[in-house]
């Protein structure tokens, strides 16, 4: 009796072995990922208010969701949180950003993302009152997500500048514009920018983050053309030595065809 006890007890283990193997085998390829997605500011180049940079901030997450990113591993922030009950995102504040992302990564150990919309400058992107330069936003990626792959993101005219101080073998870099461009659709009657309306539109036909990158810098190249928005933005894309090979591993998951 006990043997058969132990044989049934030994079938049951090597099932549940099996199962665990075949749910770690169909995870979405970011499951275990960590993500922030930040609006940076709430003024159109007016100075009136605008929706562009939390519309963005609200369907990156949401499309980042669709691609395989965990919810509970997203966080959103927003200038005006108190807007936003249903999203409930916090506050954009870069020490508490920071330490989210740090939080999210001990838990969500496999890669980082970081996706940023908001004005640009020359020195850096704006962080509600404040300038994020390219080498503070470097270091807070790097200290938050040590030895392990990070996609970076940065919606902002003059966004060029980051690639660079960013730069990393094991680390992407998508930027709106060249580091001498500005970047458009920021106005108070724009939905989106034009970046993250192409970043939104291009993802669902995208196969992995190195696709989707080639697609918003054509996306918006035509958008571009067809408003006739001068000089042309040129976004960058830049993918480290390390990653390359590896991103079409993060191929994004695709609903079962009908």
Not at 6 to 24: I, P
Not at 140 to 148: L, T
Request: proline share 8%; aromatic share 8%; with cysteine.
């Amino acid at each position: 009796m006990r043997r058969f006890a132990s044989l049934v007890l030994g079938l049951l283990l090597s099932l549940f072995a099996l199962s665990a193997s075949a749910q770690a085998r169909t995870a979405p390829p970011f499951a275990n990922w960590a993500a922030v997605v930040v609006a940076g500011d709430w003024h159109a180049h007016s100075g009136a208010p605008t929706e562009a940079f939390d519309n963005a901030r609200r369907d990156v997450g949401a499309t980042l969701a669709g691609l395989g990113f965990s919810p509970d591993a997203i966080r959103q922030y927003s200038v005006r949180p108190q807007r936003y009950p249903a999203v409930k995102p916090g506050k954009t504040d870069l020490r508490a950003i920071h330490a989210d992302l740090s939080a999210l990564a001990a838990k969500n150990t496999a890669g980082c993302l970081f996706y940023l919309t908001s004005h640009g400058a020359p020195e850096g992107a704006v962080l509600d009152e404040d300038i994020l330069p390219p080498s503070l936003l470097a270091a807070v990626i790097d200290d938050a997500c040590p030895a392990r792959p990070s996609i970076v993101v940065v919606s902002a005219c003059f966004s060029g500048v980051f690639v660079r101080p960013l730069q990393r073998d094991d680390r992407m870099i998508l930027t709106a514009a060249r580091s001498d461009r500005t970047s458009f659709g920021c106005s108070e009657d724009d939905k989106y920018p034009y970046f993250d309306d192409c970043f939104l539109s291009s993802a669902p036909t995208a196969r992995d983050f190195a696709a989707l990158g080639r697609a918003v810098q054509a996306c918006v190249a035509r958008r571009e053309r067809d408003t006739g928005a001068k000089p042309a933005s040129e976004p960058q894309l830049w993918i480290g030595a390390g990653l390359r090979p590896l991103l079409p591993l993060y191929a994004f998951p695709r609903a079962p065809s009908r």
